[in-house]
C-alpha cells in the first residue's frame, strides 16, 4: 500500500467514520440509561445495559480495525514509531490533513462525553440500588403484599445492577492515547 494512496486515505477516513458512529451510538445508549435513571423509569434498565454492553463491544473492533489500518499506513510511509492520530494529522497532505484532524477532534469531543454520561450513568445507578437496597431491609412485613413488593425491588436491584456492570468497563483510553 503506497503511503497516502487514495485507496490507504479512504480506507482510513472510513475506518475512523465507523468509529466514530459507534462512538456515537454508545453516547446514545448511555445518554438513555442516564435518562432512565434520572427519571426513576427503571423497567427497561436491563435492556438498555444490553444495548450499552453490545454498543461498547461494537466501539472495541472498531477500535481494532483502526488500528489495524493504522499501523499499515505508518508502516506504508516507513514509519515505525508512534501511532497516534496527531502524528497522523501532521504527515498526511492536503486535503486528507484536513479531514484527518476533523475526525480527530470529534472523536476527542465524543470520548470526553461518553466518560462522562457513562460516570453519571454508574452513578445514578449506584446511589438508586443503595436507595432500594435500604428500602428491602426496611420493608415492613405488615406491607399488602410484602411478597411481591420484594420481587418488584428485587427486579429493579438488577436493573441497577445491570446498568452498573455496563457503564464500568467503559474506558477508552487507547481511544484516548491515540488521539493525542
Known amino acids: 500500500m503506497e503511503p497516502w494512496s487514495r485507496e490507504a486515505a479512504d480506507q482510513l477516513i472510513g475506518t475512523l467514520a465507523r468509529e466514530r458512529d459507534s462512538l ?15 427519571t426513576g423509569s427503571t423497567r427497561f ?10 454498543t461498547a463491544e461494537l466501539v472495541r473492533e472498531a477500535e481494532l480495525r483502526r488500528v489495524s489500518i493504522t499501523d499499515g499506513v505508518l508502516t506504508a510511509m516507513g514509519q515505525a514509531g508512534g501511532r497516534t492520530m496527531r502524528e ?20 476527542g469531543r465524543l470520548a470526553a462525553e461518553v466518560g462522562a454520561v457513562a460516570e453519571t450513568a454508574h452513578e445514578l445507578a449506584r446511589q438508586g440500588r443503595t436507595r432500594l437496597e435500604a ?9 399488602d403484599d410484602p411478597l411481591e413488593r420484594a420481587l418488584q ?18 474506558v477508552l483510553p487507547a481511544l484516548s492515547a491515540f488521539l493525542s
Open 24 to 38: 456515537e451510538a454508545l453516547l446514545f445508549r448511555l445518554t438513555s440509561a442516564r435518562h432512565l435513571l434520572q
Open 45 to 54: 434498565l436491563a435492556r438498555v445495559a444490553h444495548d450499552i454492553e453490545r
Open 88 to 107: 497522523l494529522v501532521d504527515r498526511a497532505p492536503d486535503p486528507y490533513r484536513t479531514v484527518l484532524d476533523d475526525h480527530r477532534q470529534a472523536m
Open 135 to 143: 428500602e428491602l431491609k426496611e420493608m415492613a412485613p405488615d406491607h
Open 153 to 170: 425491588l428485587e427486579g429493579t436491584l438488577s436493573g441497577y445492577d445491570a446498568i452498573l456492570g455496563a457503564t464500568s468497563p467503559i
